[in-house]
């Protein structure tokens, strides 16, 4: 279907749309959501927190983590005190414990009294929500390390998983603070993605996600990435020694939260307007998604495909680009279809019609979303059949096509002749239609 352009009402259909399947699937699941005290200082809090109260009208189930190391620093500034930091953790003297506890405890009620307004200007601003936090966490020192003593420095030792899915079940937020108790009554500094990873593995979180300064995760040479299973992050942490202190703590968080079977981690930056909306209600995100699942996938297409193809070839065929087929067709010959699957989305699609007697395969029905063009899924596509292909004992592949032969030229097939067709597809071929045909040996 073609969306006229430049027209907000329905640019706002096309997207609420889009973000219903995202609305259903997220009711009733757990997202643990980490933020450092910087963001408290920002204009775009008050968004943020617009955000998650809105996610929290939507059923989500929602546990904050925040930092509270800038106002920290504050703290020791003014009583002219500097904390000592050892690979990129602070040593917590009892003057910095002091500072912890009272930095900690003024971000958790300033976040507290926000998020207490609900979703403002909206119907349901009058809906108060719930948030509670309290000692959930049982802490423990992070000890001595390579000689270095770090006092009041300490690690997650438990997470209160019951007590938090109390809270959860009846529609309130968990808020956690970076300070930890021990079975003594000692306080403990933490570090908060420690605290995070720790919460989402304990409570079998659906996602963990991260706003950071950084724009994610990068390259060595600083471009995006916007896709990383588990073995990408880990060769990523081995050979980026330049990657920013804290996009590396959380990446080192994701892959801890994957190996525990917290399925997503998301890393965003925290500057872009609405990026846990534009991450969670989009199909392509804004940021960097550490997953130990396939989140796009090349494979044979089953029967419950047939919707998804239909919606991707339907607008190719109106416009005479591909051969129309009924349901009750593509229903019959889906064995000979392959797909690209993107979160749940059909976005290419590809057909292998294989006649083993002449040893000779058509390509039919190649097809990408117009959102995925020129992104290299039609040559994933291509290299996908010609290995089939291959595995079948084909020897060369025939493409039929009308609009889009230059494609095909530049991937290798050549000009072919209508008579070499099979004898079985020489009868149906559509003299009206006057198909071009290109073939390739493989």
């Not at 009711?27 to 968004?47: K, N, P, Y």
Request: some cysteine; overall charge neutral.
């Amino acid at each position: 279907m073609n969306r006229p352009k430049n027209n907000p009402e329905h640019d706002f259909v096309h997207a609420f749309r889009n973000a219903s399947t995202y609305i259903n699937a997220f009711r009733d699941r757990t997202f643990v959501i980490a933020f450092g005290g910087e963001i408290l200082a920002d204009e775009q809090f008050h968004s943020l927190v617009h955000d998650i109260a809105l996610l929290n009208s939507l059923g989500i189930r929602l546990v904050l983590v925040h930092g509270a190391r800038p106002q920290i620093e504050a703290c020791l500034k003014e009583g002219g005190h500097k904390s000592e930091y050892i690979n990129h953790i602070r040593v917590t003297d009892e003057t910095a414990l002091q500072c912890v506890k009272q930095a900690s405890s003024s971000v958790r009620a300033e976040i507290e009294a926000l998020l207490s307004i609900g979703v403002t200007n909206s119907p349901g601003h009058a809906n108060r929500i719930n948030v509670i936090s309290g000692n959930f966490i049982t802490a423990q020192p992070y000890g001595i390390r390579d000689g270095v003593d770090y006092l009041h420095t300490g690690e997650v030792r438990k997470i209160d998983r019951a007590a938090i899915e109390q809270i959860l079940s009846n529609n309130a937020i968990v808020l956690l603070s970076p300070v930890g108790y021990s079975a003594t009554g000692e306080i403990f500094n933490l570090l908060i993605e420690d605290v995070a990873t720790a919460a989402a593995i304990n409570l079998n979180a659906d996602k963990l996600i991260y706003l950071v300064d950084e724009k994610g995760v990068t390259d060595p040479r600083r471009r995006l990435l916007r896709e990383l299973n588990l073995d990408d992050a880990q060769a990523l942490l081995q050979k980026h020694d330049k990657m920013p202190v804290a996009v590396r703590h959380c990446l080192q968080s994701a892959v801890r939260a994957c190996q525990h079977e917290v399925q997503r981690t998301h890393i965003l930056n925290r500057h872009i307007e609405g990026a846990l909306l534009l991450e969670l209600f989009t199909r392509d995100g804004c940021g960097s998604l550490i997953t130990s699942e396939n989140f796009e996938d090349i494979r044979p297409a089953t029967n419950h495909d047939l919707a998804g193809l239909i919606e991707l070839i339907a607008p190719l065929e109106k416009e005479d680009i591909l051969v129309k087929r009924s349901r009750e067709k593509l229903e019959m010959e889906i064995e000979h279809f392959t797909v690209v699957e993107r979160d749940g989305m059909i976005i290419a699609c590809a057909a292998l019609y294989p006649y083993l007697k002449e040893e000779i395969g058509e390509l039919a029905c190649l097809a990408v979303h117009p959102d995925y063009q020129g992104q290299n899924r039609g040559n994933q596509l291509l290299k996908y059949i010609e290995r089939q292909s291959r595995q079948l004992g084909l020897k060369q592949l025939f493409v039929l096509t009308t609009r889009t032969a230059h494609w095909f030229r530049e991937r290798g097939f050549t000009t072919a002749d209508i008579r070499l067709l099979p004898v079985k597809r020489k009868s149906l071929y559509n003299y009206q239609r006057n198909s071009k045909m290109f073939a390739k040996n493989i």
